[in-house]
């Protein structure tokens, strides 16, 4: 709900960016959204914890409409060229007719809305006297009801990062979280509505200037303080953060759905070499002499010529034609770009060219790409088939360019005009737009930005007054500081800071607590067990999202028992998720770690001794750790490793004596 005004920084700033980075001036602004632990639904009673197979499904097409002011949002018609319909699945548990839109929204839900006041007063924010309900326009599907429900909570405020370094707070909301995205064939979506309506908050940060590095700490340092507030939801999923890019002479880009923090680094350094990228293709074309509408009357504009050439590939040999043109209704059409000759194809930096952002706008009519002349004949068009194309445009000067659009005839000509509107910008340079973050840290894009037109009051739901007296009942749960969290996590479980930080930054956390509550096992083993061999598995190439609570809180109540060894812990969460078992007592039965006793592992011991007495006469005393390796070798997993230990040392003195 919060934007930002380009280039204008914050009053805390972070150091300049580093060196390296030739003086480019790059402003990023965070913004997080973050689920909050509720029990329902931010304006219904639903459940909003886990999803049920769904039982009900039905279909819906959603459509842009007027604001209050008389405009169109520029967002909302570019989903509505996208002609998609929606499909949503649905289930009594965890939504109802709120969700369906068949039913007026209710109450404001009271544990969400004092959560995002405390947000605000841990923010040192200013809590606004009245709280109104506005509708966002947002039309891809996401919302039943073709809007999302936000409310601004609190503007103002800082968050405090290590050395004395404050980042100015630009706005604190509540909204309301979109539906889950099952599918999207390019003619139908289908959403869950399990997600739908579960309580967000929103915190918008003002702009920084500083390495990605730096940017990213202040996304730590904010999700630090949010979970220090045991009020959120923890986990994959249940935070994302966006942010706010330009550079120097740029335009500034909105970069959405960074789920993972390493992300951040990776999707900061691509986009600002994107958008240097675009800055650089802006000044060649600038030498050429071409313009946009915006520099000059309309009519000393030239026109973008665009022609019908499904007769000149109708006999191609290129596979990715004939699988165009094999369907019905569907046609070839050329752009032709005067003066664009070389630029399509150039490339400032790796992987930034004007002929791939041209194709990510092309794919979101639900067409596979384009062809461009500067890396024609190629594909398997062929050579004269590219003259033929030059003839019909009069492509003859060397200077222009022309760019190949197939497809369905009416989504190829929504396409063709994005296209024209996007090379009339391209001597601005860099365009202000919605793009999405990939796995691999780069950016797509998605929408155009959407302005102010897309917000409007919500009529169903009434104001609520915010009055001192409510503030004054919340203070005593305002978090406090993080530092003081850690010095209370190792001192209530004797914790060395490092592991009281792993545990902490963890989605973990509730588990190490309900463990350590409930069994006799030492914090400090706990711990390490959920953190870093969790991690080690993980760098194995394992999904450890998969050991549920639940299978990790029995692992650890069978080692209270005395049923498990230590030991054995790492090696049976590795066997279920490398065998795909949910059942522990499976895993330990194909392991064959069932717990021996006692008498057994004398007997093990007996023999180990018996077997090695040259070496004992040889070494004595010093061959204490090649019979322990020995030893467990064959009882790994199956006895505290401590307790052979003890065993095989009385039983080593009183062979020596």
């Known amino acids: 709900m919060v934007t930002r005004t380009p280039r204008v920084g914050s009053k805390y700033s972070l150091p300049d960016l580093d060196p390296k980075n030739s003086g480019v001036d790059v402003m990023v602004g965070l913004e997080i959204h973050q689920q909050l632990a509720s029990q329902s639904k931010l304006f219904c009673e639903c459940n909003n914890k886990g999803a049920e197979h769904p039982t009900l499904t039905f ?29 949503y699945h649905s289930h009594p548990s965890t939504s109802c007719l709120v969700e369906a839109d068949e039913e007026p929204p209710h109450s404001v839900d009271r544990e969400s809305l004092q959560t995002a006041l405390i947000l605000a007063m841990a923010l040192h924010s200013k809590v606004v006297d009245e709280i109104h309900v506005m509708r966002k326009i947002v039309i891809d599907g996401s919302n039943t009801t073709g809007f999302q429900r936000t409310m601004l909570i609190a503007t103002g405020g800082y968050l405090e990062l290590e050395g004395n370094r404050k980042v100015g707070v630009q706005g604190v909301c509540l909204e309301e979280d979109a539906a889950r995205l099952l599918s999207d064939d390019n003619i139908t979506r289908e959403y869950a509505l399990d997600r739908l ?16 590095q730096e ?52 999707v900061i350094e691509f986009e600002t070499a994107r958008q240097r990228g675009l800055i650089q293709i802006a000044a060649e074309l600038s030498q050429r002499r071409i313009s946009h509408p915006s520099e000059h009357n309309e009519d000393e504009i030239h026109e973008f010529i665009v022609e019908n050439m499904t007769d000149i590939l109708r006999r191609s ?19 032709k770009a005067e003066g664009f000759d070389g630029i399509l194809g150039y490339e400032p930096y790796v992987g930034v060219r004007l002929g791939r952002q041209l194709a990510e706008i092309v794919r979101f009519y639900g067409l596979g790409g ?23 445009l009069n492509l003859i000067n ?65 104001p609520i007054k915010i009055d001192d007296l409510i503030l004054e009942s919340l203070k005593g749960s305002v978090p406090k500081s993080f530092d003081s969290y850690i010095q209370d996590l190792m001192q209530r479980y004797e914790l060395n800071q490092k592991l009281a930080l792993e545990i902490f930054d963890s989605d973990r956390l509730k588990l190490f607590e309900d463990i350590i509550k409930n069994t006799k096992v030492q914090p400090t083993f706990v711990a390490s067990k959920i953190t870093e061999d969790l991690t080690s598995l993980r760098r194995k190439g394992l999904n450890t999202d998969r050991l549920s609570d639940q299978t ?54 007996d023999k180990i001794i018996t077997d090695n007495m040259a070496l004992i006469k040889e070494k004595g005393r010093d061959s204490l750790g090649t019979l322990m390796g020995r030893s467990m070798s064959l009882l790994r997993g199956r006895i505290d490793g401590k307790k052979v230990s003890s065993i095989l040392k009385s039983k080593l003195e009183q062979g020596l004596s």
């Open 59 to 87: 279909m819906r097409r959603l459509r842009p409409a007027l604001s209050e002011l008389g405009v169109y949002d520029p967002a909302a018609l570019f989903e509505a060229t996208k002609m998609k319909s929606i499909r």
């Open 197 to 212: 309506g579960t309580p967000l908050v929103e915190i918008a940060l003002e702009p920084v200037s500083g390495t990605p």
């Open 215 to 266: 940017v990213l700490q202040v996304a730590v340092t904010l999700g630090r303080l949010l979970r220090a507030s045991k009020r959120v939801e923890r986990g994959i999923g249940t935070i994302r953060q966006d942010i706010n890019i330009s550079v120097n002479e740029g335009s500034v880009v909105e970069i959405k759905g960074i789920q993972q923090l390493d992300q951040l680094i990776k």
């Open 552 to 605: 990790i809180k029995i692992v650890f109540q069978l080692l209270d028992k005395g049923d498990l060894a230590k030991e054995s812990i790492p090696i049976i969460l590795e066997t279920m998720l490398m065998k795909d078992l949910d059942d522990v007592k499976q895993a330990i039965q194909i392991l064959g770690l069932e717990q021996i006793s006692e008498i057994e592992v004398n007997e093990i011991i």
């Open 398 to 462: 060397g200077r222009d360019a022309f760019i190949l659009i197939g497809g369905d005839r009416d989504r190829v000509q929504f396409a063709a005009d994005a296209i024209i509107q996007r090379m009339n910008q391209a001597t601005r340079g860099v365009v202000p737009e919605t793009r999405a973050a990939t796995l691999d840290g780069k950016t797509i894009f998605i929408r155009p930005r959407p302005g102010s037109s897309r917000m409007y009051p919500e009529t169903d739901v009434l």
């Open 370 to 392: 384009i062809f461009h002349s500067d890396e024609l004949p190629n594909y398997g068009i062929t050579e004269s088939e590219v003259a033929a194309i030059k003839e019909r």
């Open 317 to 335: 040999s290129s596979k990715a034609v004939t699988r165009i043109l094999d369907r019905e209704d569907t046609q070839f059409v050329a752009i």
